[in-house]
C-alpha cells in the first residue's frame, strides 16, 4: 500500500523525491502524527529503486516553527489522565522517544537527504535539518534552539547532531541563549552550506545537488552513507578496517562500478542498476 498523510507528503521528480511538511496553515508545526508520518514516508523512498536523493522541505511560509504546542505537543503523553506520576512520566518518555525516533529515520535513512530551509526553523526544525546530510537556506532562513527560551532542555536530537555540524562554541551559544540567527550568520558558522534569494532558488540548487547525487551509481552513493552513518561511533581504524572491507564484498564486485568502467571506454553515459 504507497503512503499515504494528510501531513506529509512525496513528490517524485525522476529519480529525486521531496518529502514536504504539509501544515502549511501551522507553519508546519510538529503533532504526533507528523513524526509517525516522517518514517513511514522515508521507509517507501528507502525501497523505490527509482528514487536516488531526498529533498526535505516545508509547505507554506515557513519550514517549521517547531513542536505544535496548541495541539498537545507537551502534554500528550499526560492526555489519558494517568492515574500516578510514575505512569505519567512513562508516557512522556514514551512520547519523547517517539519523537527522537521520526527525527533519528532522517538520519539513518539510506538515501543522501538535502533539508531545504525558508523562513522559520525553530526549535524542533533544528532537530529535522540537523539529522539531513546537507543543508541549504533562503535568505529569510530564521534559526533557533528556541527550547531554552521557553524553559526546555532539546531532547529530540539538536544537542547530539548539532555539535557534529557547526563548533562547539556556536552550539554553546545557540542552545544557551536560544537566539535566532539569520540565514547569513547559519551560512558563516556551518550550520547550511548555502544560501540562495528565495525559496525558490535555494529549492532549485537542492534540486540541481540531488540530481548530481541520483546520476552517480546508487550503490556508491549508499554505501558512502553507510560508510560516514557507521564511522561516527567507530575509531579512525575501525572505520578504515569497515570500509576495505565494505569495498572487497560490494563495490569491486558491483555491476555499477563495471558499467561505469564500460561507458568510459565507450564515451557514453552509463546505466547504472544499483546492484
Known amino acids: ?15 529525486v523525491a521531496t518529502l514536504w511538511l504539509d501544515r502549511a496553515e501551522k507553519f508546519n508545526a510538529l503533532t504526533p502524527e507528523v ?6 514516508a522515508l521507509n517507501e523512498l528507502a525501497n523505490d529503486t527509482e528514487v536516488r536523493a531526498v529533498l526535505f522541505a516545508g509547505r507554506g511560509k515557513h519550514f517549521c516553527v517547531g513542536i505544535d ?8 503523553a499526560h492526555a489519558a489522565s494517568a492515574p500516578s506520576e510514575a505512569v505519567a512520566n ?4 514514551q512520547f519523547t522517544t517517539e519523537f527522537q525516533d521520526a527525527v533519528s529515520s532522517l538520519a539513518k535513512c539510506p538515501l543522501p537527504i538535502i533539508a531545504v530551509v525558508h523562513g522559520h526553523c525553530l526549535g524542533a526544525g ?3 535539518i540537523t539529522a539531513c546530510d546537507v543543508r541549504v537556506s533562503a535568505a529569510d532562513g530564521n ?14 536530537g539538536t544537542l547530539q547532531r548539532l555539535p557534529k555540524v557547526i563548533s562547539a562554541g556556536h552550539v554553546a551559544e545557540l542552545a544557551y541563549t536560544g537566539k535566532d540567527i539569520n540565514a547569513a550568520r547559519a551560512e558563516k558558522i556551518g550550520l547550511v552550506n548555502d544560501v540562495y534569494d528565495s525559496f525558490e532558488s535555494a529549492y532549485a540548487a537542492a534540486q540541481e545537488m540531488a540530481n548530481t547525487i541520483a546520476g552517480n551509481p546508487p550503490m556508491a552513493v549508499r554505501g558512502t552513507k553507510f560508510i560516514l552513518q557507521q564511522s561516527e561511533d567507530l575509531t579512525t ?9 565494505f569495498t ?3 563495490s569491486l564486485k558491483s555491476n555499477d562500478l563495471h558499467e561505469s568502467m564500460h561507458a568510459f571506454a565507450e564515451k557514453r553515459a552509463p546505466n547504472y542498476t544499483g546492484s
Not at 143 to 156: P, Q
Not at 237 to 245: D, K, R
Open 143 to 156: 534559526f533557533s534552539v528556541r527550547e531554552t527560551r521557553i524553559g526546555l532542555v532539546a531532547d529530540v
Open 237 to 245: 581504524q575501525q572505520s578504515l578496517l569497515l570500509n576495505g572491507l
Open 35 to 40: 513524526w509517525k508520518s516522517i518514517p513511514l
Open 248 to 250: 572487497m564484498v560490494t
Open 1 to 15: 500500500m504507497a503512503f499515504s498523510s494528510d501531513v506529509v507528503s512525496i513528490e517524485k521528480n525522476g529519480a
Open 90 to 93: 512513562l508516557n512522556q518518555l
Open 69 to 76: 504546542l496548541m495541539a498537545g505537543g507537551l502534554d500528550a
Open 126 to 128: 533544528i532537530d529535522l
